[in-house]
């Protein structure tokens, strides 16, 4: 993919501040596009946008919990205030909890949903309201999960949700379709951040050891996969689910 694939286009990208989404916001910025860089943590969001304008990228922060209405309002309103459009938005701001079936709390509920669904909803519907103003169509990409197809130990919640993500693009291509917006999933399996190796030291020895391509991902793979979903070059892929995962899930073999 050349080094200008996303001149002139504009971006969002939401849980950026670290990990696989600053890793993509990162790439889109250095390959051309204007990105508005999000996260819950505003400081943080300031920061990765900073590390990007070092590397000669264009990116603006924008802190927030974008599962409240007025930040996912006021972000595409941002976008199109400082950059005049919006052609491309990553939807990847998410929440993870664990927990026993039998013991899953409401309160870890109510905010799992709130983030995951409820967020990434309305945030793909302003985007889309903003995109089919302007006519030319665009592209919606939402990070989802292995775990939304395969069983994963007390990850039931979670995982419903992330299954939930991948049924709603596959809806939404009979809205968006007809105003050459295409939408898509990509779905990531066991990958290397900066929170999978604090939260578990062996992480990189256990999904080596099950996974069928003998490594996790590095956010590298899942940034390829990312940059070809809302570049021009899949405009005509729509609704489908990109499994980034080295064959896992096509084994199943549980972490445990």
Known sequence: MGNKT?????????????GI???????????????????IDTELA?????????EAGICEAFGGDISDMQIIEGIVAFAVEKFGKLDILLANAGITTYGDFL?????SMQRLLQINLFGTFFLT??????????????????TSSVTGHAAHPF????????????????NLVIDLGPHNININTMVPG???????????????????RIT??????????????????VSPASRQIMGQNLVIDGGWTSVGVPPY
């Open 46 to 54: 300031q920061s990765a946008s900073k590390r990007i304008m070092e």
């Open 212 to 229: 069928p391509s003998g490594r996790p991902s590095t956010t590298d793979d899942i940034v390829n996969a990312a940059l070809f979903l």
């Open 103 to 107: 013991e899953y709390q409401p309160a």
């Open 155 to 170: 990850l039931a919640a979670y995982g419903m949700t992330k299954a939930g993500l991948d049924q709603l693009v596959k």
């Open 190 to 208: 066991a990958t290397l951040t900066e929170r999978t190796l604090i939260e578990d030291p062996d992480y990189l020895e256990i999904w080596s």
């Open 125 to 142: 519907q302003a985007a889309t309201k903003q995109m089919v103003k302007q006519a030319h169509g665009g592209s919606i990409l939402i």
């Open 21 to 39: 989404g600053f890793a993509v916001a990162r790439q889109l910025a250095l390959k051309g596009a204007k990105v508005v860089l999000n996260d």
């Open 6 to 18: 996303f001149q002139n286009q504009v971006a969002i990208v939401t849980g950026a501040g670290k």
